[in-house]
């Protein structure tokens, strides 16, 4: 659905709901996982609709997952790390045990 | 009333008590103008809590005490006629509210108090004080430092940005004329009409109707009324939508029909500043994670500051004007609470209807005696 203007470029390796995905090196982690087909990101905890990020600057809140473990966690505001371990399925900050399983 | 106005009434002051007193008016058939500021204006209204609440209000003032009883009782039919009006959900719930405490020294005392109330209002005021595993048996996640709360059936929440929402749709739906970014200033009052000068337009009415919170304390005086109000400062959190955890509303936290929670419970007494501090934001976050850990993890996406209208004891002013005939006052820091009294009885004496019962204990003349 995304492709990136400029694909070259070191590659990082993160892991996805047990998913190994390489991705481009020092990009946020929404653009890395719109890049690499990620839809959704999470369901709203109330409706249980499926929700994928709006603004990508920080302010929508609808990219949340799960990173090492911390819920609730907005994907546009950090920079992708080797080895960074994402739960999609639970964005919700309450979720709590389930984030890291 | 003047045949030569405009307007059968110029409300001043668009925020949830204005718009809830002109929506009755326009419902009642009058030709009804609201004057609004800009969104640079104070705004109370899009501040607020959302609180629907009764418990602990009128401690020593049994009439506001009933008052705010009677508010909310007007509540369901008040929320079901904007909703068929406008389509508009305003999530009303009033399923009970608590009031949570952290130190049992303090829930001691807040009972004492609300005994002393409830033996003087006049009519039933049921509460309840309840132990920790009472609270946990209505909020299943609150926290182990949590010693009890105060449950009255009387109270519920509301969704406040809903609610003006609705009443400016169903206001305007009714004919009403909305004017925003008008800063009324100079008001005259000959022969029957009002005349209200905002910027380089002129209105005219038979009545008006002050309703502009803060601002009404220099309006007031200009048709013989008095309205001595201050501001008082509250600080809100709100957090990420959450699943929802908490159905009931409290006087510190409550969850949204949208799933963000709310926090907050600051009074501070710093003028016109309705900023925020890091001092008092942390403070509430911390109290609240206290009364629910599940909070603890959760994200803030906003904080904002907003200014009470507060009277010197706290209670309303509704008052009519005896030098110029037709002019009212309202202020209140309850326009919530308050807003189907508005849209009613309140709107119907405006309209020309007897006071209603209370009314004489809410007159501006009890400062200037």
Same mark, same amino acid.
């Given at each position: 659905?995304?492709?990136?203007?400029?694909?070259?470029?070191?590659? =990082?390796?993160?892991?996805?709901?047990?998913?190994?995905?390489?991705?481009?090196?020092?990009?946020?982690?929404?653009?890395?996982?719109?890049?690499?087909?990620?839809?959704?990101?999470?369901?709203?905890?109330?409706?249980?609709?499926?929700?994928?990020?709006?603004?990508?600057?920080?302010?929508?809140?609808?990219?949340?997952?799960?990173?090492?473990?911390?819920? +609730?966690?907005?994907?546009?505001?950090?920079?992708?790390?080797?080895?960074?371990?994402?739960?999609?399925?639970? +964005?919700?900050?309450?979720?709590?045990?389930?984030?890291?399983? | 009333?003047?045949?030569?106005?405009?307007?059968?009434?110029?409300?001043?002051?668009?925020?949830?008590?204005?718009?809830?007193?002109?929506?009755?008016?326009?419902?009642?058939?009058?030709?009804?103008?609201?004057?609004?500021?800009?969104?640079?204006?104070? &705004?109370?209204?899009?501040?607020?809590?959302?609180?629907?609440?009764?418990?602990?209000?009128?401690?020593?003032?049994?009439?506001?005490?009933?008052?705010?009883?009677?508010?909310?009782?007007?509540?369901?039919?008040?929320?079901?006629?904007?909703?068929? =009006? #406008?389509?508009?959900?305003?999530?009303?719930?009033?399923?009970?509210?608590?009031?949570?405490?952290?130190?049992?020294?303090?829930?001691?005392?807040?009972?004492?108090?609300?005994?002393?109330?409830?033996?003087?209002?006049?009519?039933?005021?049921?509460?309840?004080?309840?132990?920790?595993?009472?609270?946990?048996?209505?909020?299943?996640?609150? +926290?182990?430092?949590?010693?009890?709360?105060?449950? #009255?059936?009387?109270?519920?929440?509301?969704?406040?940005?809903?609610?003006?929402?609705?009443?400016?749709?169903?206001?305007?739906?009714?004919?009403?004329?909305?004017?925003?970014?008008?800063?009324?200033?100079?008001?005259?009052?000959?022969?029957?009409?009002?005349?209200?000068?905002?910027?380089?337009?002129?209105?005219?009415?038979?009545?008006?109707?002050?309703?502009?919170?803060?601002?009404?304390?220099?309006?007031?005086?200009?048709?013989?009324?008095?309205?001595?109000?201050?501001?008082?400062?509250?600080?809100?959190?709100?957090?990420?939508?959450? &699943?929802?955890?908490?159905?009931?509303?409290?006087?510190?936290?409550?969850?949204?029909?949208?799933?963000?929670?709310?926090?907050?419970?600051?009074?501070?007494?710093?003028?016109?500043?309705?900023? #925020?501090?890091?001092? =008092?934001?942390?403070?509430?976050?911390?109290?609240?994670?206290?009364?629910?850990?599940?909070?603890?993890?959760?994200?803030?996406?906003?904080?904002?500051?907003?200014?009470?209208?507060?009277?010197?004891?706290?209670?309303?002013?509704?008052?009519?004007?005896?030098?110029?005939?037709?002019?009212?006052?309202?202020?209140?820091?309850?326009?919530?609470?308050?807003?189907?009294?508005?849209?009613?009885?309140?709107?119907?004496?405006?309209?020309?209807?007897?006071?209603?019962?209370?009314?004489?204990?809410?007159?501006?003349?009890?400062?200037?005696?």
């Amino acid at each position: 659905m995304f492709r990136a203007l400029d694909g070259g470029g070191a590659k =990082q390796s993160i892991d996805v709901d047990g998913r190994r995905v390489q991705v481009r090196a020092g990009i946020p982690l929404a653009i890395a996982l719109l890049e690499a087909g990620v839809i959704p990101f999470r369901k709203t905890p109330v409706s249980g609709e499926p929700r994928a990020p709006v603004c990508l600057m920080g302010v929508c809140f609808e990219c949340r997952v799960a990173v090492d473990g911390r819920s +609730g966690v907005q994907a546009c505001m950090i920079e992708v790390a080797d080895g960074m371990s994402v739960r999609i399925s639970s +964005g919700d900050a309450l979720a709590g045990d389930d984030a890291d399983v | 009333m003047a045949g030569n106005s405009e307007y059968d009434t110029i409300v001043i002051g668009g925020g949830m008590v204005g718009m809830s007193i002109a929506y009755g008016l326009v419902r009642g058939g009058e030709r009804v103008l609201v004057l609004d500021q800009g969104d640079d204006a104070f &705004r109370a209204a899009r501040g607020n809590f959302g609180l629907v609440w009764v418990q602990g209000k009128g401690i020593a003032y049994p009439a506001y005490a009933r008052w705010s009883m009677a508010g909310a009782k007007a509540w369901p039919s008040f929320a079901a006629n904007l909703h068929q =009006q #406008t389509g508009i959900d305003v999530q009303l719930s009033q399923i009970g509210g608590l009031d949570i405490y952290l130190d049992a020294d303090q829930l001691a005392a807040r009972a004492e108090k609300l005994r002393t109330l409830a033996d003087g209002v006049g009519e039933p005021y049921p509460f309840k004080v309840l132990d920790p595993a009472g609270v946990r048996e209505l909020c299943p996640e609150i +926290g182990p430092d949590v010693v009890g709360a105060i449950f #009255t059936p009387m109270d519920g929440h509301v969704s406040p940005l809903r609610l003006l929402r609705a009443l400016v749709q169903a206001f305007t739906q009714f004919g009403g004329e909305l004017r925003s970014g008008a800063d009324a200033g100079a008001i005259a009052f000959r022969d029957g009409v009002f005349t209200v000068t905002a910027g380089d337009e002129r209105y005219t009415s038979g009545k008006l109707v002050l309703a502009a919170g803060l601002g009404n304390r220099a309006l007031a005086p200009l048709v013989g009324l008095s309205a001595p109000v201050v501001p008082n400062r509250g600080q809100i959190l709100v957090t990420e939508r959450l &699943r929802p955890f908490l159905a009931y509303p409290t006087g510190h936290v409550r969850q949204t029909g949208d799933g963000g929670v709310q926090i907050g419970d600051s009074k501070e007494d710093v003028g016109f500043d309705d900023g #925020t501090s890091h001092e =008092q934001l942390s403070r509430m976050a911390r109290q609240a994670a206290r009364m629910f850990p599940v909070l603890a993890g959760a994200n803030i996406i906003r904080t904002w500051g907003a200014l009470r209208i507060m009277t010197p004891d706290g209670f309303p002013i509704y008052q009519a004007s005896t030098d110029c005939p037709g002019a009212f006052v309202v202020t209140c820091h309850s326009g919530v609470t308050l807003a189907a009294r508005h849209a009613g009885v309140i709107a119907d004496w405006i309209r020309g209807g007897p006071p209603p019962d209370e009314l004489g204990a809410f007159s501006a003349e009890r400062f200037h005696v």
